[in-house]
């Protein structure tokens, strides 16, 4: 009687964890369990270990994934985000570890500009700082009504963002 898929792949699994407990850098094995206990919620694990064993393993009825080569750093790196069209990009010294929030933010600068909050088209909230993208139409005096102003007991900072070359 033929074997049943779920029995090769049962087998081959066994095989496996004997590979591994013969893996000559525990240290590494530690490492990585580490990175996976931290990214890898504990409901997903099995999930996870099932996913990349289907898709890494040859002979399970499945195409193994392509070998993928390293991209360069830049490859990795997202494109610097552009103003949307018709918005003026300003930064601002006051992000998440300021204990407020991006709405806040908004009405912070809404209060002390004088603006609608349609005049905000985005705001990029970062941990320690923020962009602004506000409607080119509104935009004027806006850095002069805010800077030096006091935002969750700090004294707030605001330029026009610098755009990053594309060279």
Do not use: W
């Not at 069209?85 to 930064?91: I, K, L």
């Amino acid at each position: 009687m033929a074997e049943s898929i779920a029995d090769i792949r049962g087998q081959k699994i066994k095989e496996l964890v004997e590979e591994m407990k013969l893996y000559n850098n525990p240290k590494e094995l530690e490492e990585m369990r580490r990175v996976m206990r931290k990214n890898v919620p504990l409901s997903m694990r099995g999930y996870l270990l099932a996913y990349l064993y289907m898709t890494r393993h040859e002979g399970t009825g499945h195409a193994p994934a392509q070998q993928k080569t390293r991209p360069q750093q830049d490859e990795r790196r997202p494109a610097p985000k552009q103003a949307p069209e018709n918005a003026v990009s300003f930064y601002i010294n006051v992000g998440k570890a300021s204990k407020g929030t991006a709405k806040e933010l908004a009405e912070f600068v809404c209060e002390k500009a004088n603006l609608k909050t349609d005049d905000i088209v985005t705001i990029a909230y970062k941990p320690n700082y923020s962009f602004i993208y506000i409607k080119k139409d509104a935009a004027n005096g806006v850095i002069e009504a805010v800077n030096g102003q006091s935002y969750k007991n700090r004294k707030v900072k605001m330029n026009y963002s610098k755009e990053k070359d594309e060279n």
